[in-house]
């Protein structure tokens, strides 16, 4: 995909339902009794993965006019699947599906793609087999594949090392058919999407801080989800209405829930002409639309506990950082290096390739702002945030841009492109 400068950028966007709470309405759905109804569920191919995992487990799930029904099968009746389950690029599929199935009276086989086969697998082993849980690298190097096999699971207290609402997820997924209660700390507060869907649900599920606890739950029960827009979607018209000029976006039902926030606090930081309009409340998954207008940006350093409620974000506030007068530094952020790709590497890589001043460090990037871009070719990596983030800055950058692999956007953003078009009209 090839692309250039733009004159500005005008007019409404809706960006497409939150990744991770449409993993986790199928999910839970599949495991509830009852049905499920979800509104604005992603049809990404993520989420689909996630789809066609529970139906090869026996649940039956619709997609009918823009609505998925899932038709539960109760919290002990997931059938054995066949075949092997293929959870495609997705983390959360395979992590959080992992804390559902190491508790069944089956045994089964995950598997992914080249890039899900390299993503770090021990985070949830480890805990897991704390639990009792029968879990295999099967080529025993912490990656997926995994074999699986059900046993029974105790409840246990796991401290994690990494702040991850995946590895949070599947510990607690598991611990809905533990013997005794599960409690899992955090080191710094992850999304808390499981928490609040597992309470809707029914189940008994307390957080206090950074530690959560759940019991072990008897069933869940079916509920109707409506998915705000996805803030992590947002963040590009968000970075290309800050930085492309004579540009105002209106960025319709964008969650903000507090554990996915940090981009709004970065940007106001950042000196962003940026306002919520709308605010809205469902089953505690706040939304707002966001206007944003071109603004004179300025550098920020974005560490510690904001960390974990932007990490999808930040390689499109390094962009942005790009644009900004004086320095930004990133640090404590050493996870984007298990993302779908090395982030911290790859935005290095292609934002030099542009003709920014941006370094590599162990946790983070520091950036020079203010050094005009121009295109290049960009390597993606085929990561969706990454080719998303670079057709931003083809827009703002002098000269033409070339996206490898472009297409890889519709792991969570099939109509990416058509909607950012829509806006240089
Ligand atoms: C997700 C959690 C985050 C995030 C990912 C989705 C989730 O990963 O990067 O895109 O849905 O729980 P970690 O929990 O591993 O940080």
């Given at each position: 995909m090839k692309l250039t400068k733009v004159s500005h950028l005008r007019g409404e966007v809706?960006?497409?339902?939150?990744?991770?709470?449409?993993?986790?309405?199928?999910?839970?759905?599949?495991?509830?009794?009852?049905?499920?109804?979800i509104h604005n569920f992603l049809e990404g191919a993520d989420c689909l993965s996630t789809i066609s995992c529970f139906q090869k487990m026996g649940v039956e799930i619709e997609n009918k006019n823009g609505i998925?029904?899932?038709?539960?099968?109760?919290?002990?009746g997931l059938k054995a699947p066949d075949i092997v389950l293929d959870c495609g690029n997705s983390g959360t599929t395979t992590r959080l599906i992992s804390g559902i199935l190491a508790p069944q009276n089956f045994d089964v086989t995950?598997?992914?793609?080249?890039?899900?086969?390299?993503?770090?697998?021990?985070?949830?082993?480890?805990?897991l087999s704390m639990m009792g849980a029968d879990i295999k690298s099967i080529n025993g190097n912490d990656c997926a594949p995994l074999r699986i096999c059900g046993k029974p699971l105790a409840g246990i207290h796991y401290h994690s090392k990494v702040a991850s609402a995946q590895v949070k997820s599947s510990i607690l997924l598991a611990g809905l058919y533990a013997h005794g209660e599960t409690t899992v700390t955090e080191p710094k507060?992850?999304?808390?999407?499981?928490?609040?869907?597992?309470?809707?649900?029914?189940?008994?599920?307390?957080?206090?801080?950074t530690t959560v606890t759940v019991r072990p739950a008897r069933e869940l029960f079916g509920n109707k989800i409506h998915v705000p827009g996805d803030i992590?979607?947002?963040?590009?018209?968000?970075?290309?209405?800050?930085?492309?000029?004579?540009?105002?976006?209106?960025?319709k039902n964008v969650g903000i829930n507090p554990t996915r926030d940090g981009l709004i606090r970065v940007c106001k930081a950042m000196g962003a002409d940026l306002t919520l309009?709308?605010?809205?409340?469902?089953?505690?998954?706040?939304?707002?639309?966001?206007?944003?207008?071109?603004?004179?940006?300025?550098?920020?350093v974005i560490e510690g506990d904001i960390i974990p409620t932007m990490i999808d974000e930040l390689p499109t506030v390094a962009l942005m950082a790009c644009f900004a007068e004086g320095t930004t530094i990133i640090r404590d952020a050493a996870e984007l290096k298990v993302k779908e790709s090395n982030r911290i590497a790859i935005m290095v890589q292609n934002l030099k390739a542009m003709g920014a001043d941006v370094e590599e460090t162990e946790d983070g990037m520091?950036?020079?702002?203010?050094?005009?871009?121009?295109g290049a070719v960009i390597d993606t990596k085929k990561d969706h945030r990454i080719a998303m983030t670079f057709a931003v800055a083809a827009m703002a950058a002098e000269g033409e841009t070339e996206i490898l692999d472009a297409d890889c956007v519709n792991i969570s953003y099939p109509a990416f492109y058509r909607d950012l078009e829509n806006l240089t009209k």
């Open positions: 809706t960006v497409p339902g939150d990744k991770s709470i449409s993993h986790r309405s199928v999910m839970f759905g599949s495991i509830a009794k009852g049905t499920t109804e998925v029904t899932v038709h539960g099968n109760g919290l002990r995950l598997t992914g793609d080249e890039s899900i086969q390299k993503r770090p697998m021990r985070r949830i082993i480890e805990p507060l992850s999304r808390n999407h499981t928490e609040l869907m597992l309470k809707f649900f029914g189940a008994d599920v307390r957080a206090n801080g992590s979607s947002s963040v590009y018209f968000v970075a290309a209405g800050l930085i492309i000029p004579n540009s105002e976006i209106l960025i309009l709308n605010e809205n409340y469902d089953y505690s998954e706040p939304t707002a639309d966001l206007l944003v207008r071109t603004s004179s940006l300025k550098g920020t520091i950036i020079h702002g203010g050094k005009p871009l121009h």
